[in-house]
């Protein structure tokens, strides 16, 4: 049995919402695991019956070889940090820290030096005397990750921790996270909806949809093989294009081009996924692309434009191309790197 | 220009206010430093007297009553033990019923609250007599623990602290619980030092509802020990001086618990923001 097992596990809400799917799950003892899905899927329903704020409908959760189902959260020895931290606003920076600890009955030296050396480590050291109050987002966000790492508890559970910060400084906590994590070597869950948030702090990461878990694996099995078209749209930026086509005898055909030798048996109506990254320019490629807009990002551009009946299908270009509005690219794919998908199931075929 | 113009009119205005107010208690503290003959013959006083300590210290001292046996000082304790009492109790059990109302898994807590609320319709004299009775058979009556308890539940109270409790956010409770704080610690550790601020507004607000009084310690005391300022009041006889000094005097008690615990409730207020 692995660290944290999930067997079968389904939530309903009182209202009658089912937010978990029978989901099972096996995270081991120092892995960094990631749900990623859109919001509303069920992301935060699955941590919080993790961490005992919601009763679990069906299924066991075992942490540590230890059946968790019944057991009060104060006893679970889990730390969450919360999307808006839920700092003590009563108390200062420091007594945020120490409380859990004076909760467990541990010693007034012992919580002192855990608490200075979370505080450091943090590098909150500063501000152990002010109220949090008087802290800025980054430092809020700082005691709540301290509040959490001096328990030195089993797991920690992460909610969405960045989604208040600005963009910069969301960069900034989500390297110092992973490499806090990878410090201290606590097992850990973060909920995100952020897909690069996702793929840059995960081990491994669970994408959801609809409360079900469409696929889990590493980041980069993930991208390179998804299994279904949600996964494929979800992960990976900018986003997939996707095309209408239709599969006959292993020969692709979509608008206005074919391609041939399909390692596939399937037959039918399919949508054709290609990445924007995937795209070569060459002479009499298979795909016209009449541009209409160019993002220059500095490394590279990000080319969107028109395929007869199809907007908006995107194209990365090097960024030292010149590419205007009006301009008619000759794209190929690269080698074998396409997705098929059966049309009504969103399976993929390829 | 015309800001200031309004801006003076309006304090114009409100000094007007403040006249209005001010200038009968004046008048009364004025007058209850004369002599009675003053008062008698020339109507009552705008400026001071020379009588303040003798008229004063008579009326703390004097033992009145039908049985001789009361003095104003006692009165004064009386009260204050009285509205001390309702203050502490009724912010206890309210605070309590609050957090029962919000944070316990009560089906019908919301139908509870409104049945809680409700009695702030049914006024104390409509219960008057059944409470009289439990008291009299309890053999409660003149008593201090008569005097206080039947009047220390606050609706009002209770509806204040509960709407406070909503606005306090499930990730703070959340977090305590994952802290390893059971129900009883997030009440002590968090709910009351959050609620600071209202629990000293609430105190000044009941204890002046304790303080004011009047036809409840009328019926739960026979004995003359247990008469408060307010009964005194209306039992006062006497000179006309004497009277005022007993009005001026009973003013304070109020407006010194105010004064001193203010203080708090503002720092509260702003500390907390
Ligand atoms: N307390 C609740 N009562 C009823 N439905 C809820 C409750 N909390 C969440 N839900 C519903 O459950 C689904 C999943 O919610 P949630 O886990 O919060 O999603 P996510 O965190 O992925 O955005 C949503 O449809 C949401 O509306
Ligand atoms: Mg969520």
Redesign the pocket.
């Known amino acids: 049995m692995s660290f944290l097992d999930l067997k079968n596990v389904t939530k309903i809400?009182?209202?009658g919402?089912k937010?978990v799917h029978e989901t099972s799950l096996s995270i081991n003892e120092g892995e960094f695991m990631v749900f990623v899905?859109p919001?509303?899927?069920?992301?935060?329903?699955l941590l919080r019956m993790v961490a005992g704020l919601e009763d679990i409908t069906e299924g066991d959760i075992n942490l540590d070889g230890q059946l968790i189902n019944e057991v009060d959260p104060s006893e679970r020895d889990v730390a969450m940090v919360f999307q808006n931290y839920a700092l003590y606003p009563h108390m200062n920076v420091y007594n945020n820290l120490a409380y859990g600890l004076k909760n467990r009955g541990i010693d007034k030296e012992t919580i002192e030096q855990k608490v200075n050396d979370a505080a450091k480590l943090l590098q909150i050291s500063d501000f152990l005397q002010r109220k949090p109050s008087m802290l800025s987002g980054g430092q809020r966000q700082r005691v709540a990750m301290g509040r959490a790492i001096v328990r030195n508890p089993k797991i920690f559970l992460f909610d969405e921790p960045l989604s208040n910060l600005d963009a910069k400084l969301r960069i900034q906590m989500r390297l110092e996270i992973k490499k806090l994590q990878q410090k201290v070597g606590v097992t850990s869950i973060f909920?995100t909806h952020d897909q690069v948030e996702a793929m840059t702090l995960a081990d491994r990461l669970a994408v959801i949809n609809d409360g079900i878990i469409e696929q889990l694996g590493t980041p980069i099995e993930i991208y390179n093989n998804p299994k279904s078209l949600f996964v494929a749209g979800f992960i990976g930026s900018p986003q997939m294009n996707f095309l209408d086509a239709n599969l006959n005898n292993k020969t692709l055909s979509a608008e206005n081009f074919e391609i041939k030798n399909i390692e596939s048996d399937y037959n039918g109506e399919v949508t054709l996924g290609i990445r924007p990254e995937h795209l070569i320019e060459t002479e009499n490629g298979l795909i016209n692309l009449k541009v209409e807009l160019v993002e220059q990002l500095g490394s590279d551009n990000l080319v969107y434009g028109q395929i007869k009946n199809i907007k908006d299908f995107c194209y990365r270009s090097p960024g030292n191309q010149t590419i205007k509005k009006g301009d008619n690219l000759s794209l190929n794919i690269e080698e074998n790197k396409y997705y098929i998908f059966d049309k009504s199931t969103g399976k993929r075929v390829n | 220009m015309t800001r200031l113009i309004t801006s003076g009119f309006s304090h114009f205005i409100l000094f007007i206010g403040i006249l209005i107010m001010i200038v009968p208690v004046w008048m009364i503290f004025a007058s209850s430093t004369h002599s009675g003959l003053t008062i008698n013959t020339q109507g009552l006083q705008m400026f001071l007297g020379d009588s303040f300590y003798e008229n004063y210290l008579r009326v703390l001292l004097y033992k009145g009553g039908f049985f001789k046996e009361i003095t104003a000082l006692k009165m004064f304790l009386n009260s204050f033990i009285m509205a001390t009492g309702v203050a502490i109790l009724s912010v206890i059990t309210s605070l309590m019923a609050a957090y029962a109302l919000v944070y316990f898994r009560t089906k019908y807590a919301t139908l509870l609250f409104w049945m809680i609320f409700v009695t702030i319709l049914v006024p104390l004299e409509l219960r008057i007599f059944p409470t009289y009775s439990v008291m009299a058979e309890l053999n409660l009556v003149n008593s201090y623990f008569g005097l206080i308890v039947p009047i220390s539940a606050s609706a009002i109270a209770t509806l204040f602290f509960r709407q406070f409790y909503k606005t306090v956010p499930d990730e703070l409770l959340e977090s305590a619980k994952l802290d390893g704080a059971n129900t009883w610690r997030f009440f002590i550790d968090f709910l009351l030092p959050l609620s600071k601020t209202m629990i000293v507004a609430m105190l000044i607000f009941m204890f002046v509802f304790g303080y004011n009084q009047y036809l409840w310690p009328l019926l739960v005391t026979s004995s003359e020990q247990y008469w408060t300022v307010v009964m005194g009041l209306k039992m006062m006889s006497g000179s006309i001086v004497h009277r005022f000094a007993f009005v001026m005097m009973s003013m304070v008690p109020p407006i010194l618990i105010i004064i001193v615990l203010q203080k708090h409730f503002i720092k509260g207020v702003f500390q907390d923001k």
Not at chain 1, 39 to 45: A, E, I, L, Y
């Open positions: 809400y009182p209202n919402t937010a899905g919001s509303g899927c069920g992301k935060s329903t909920v």
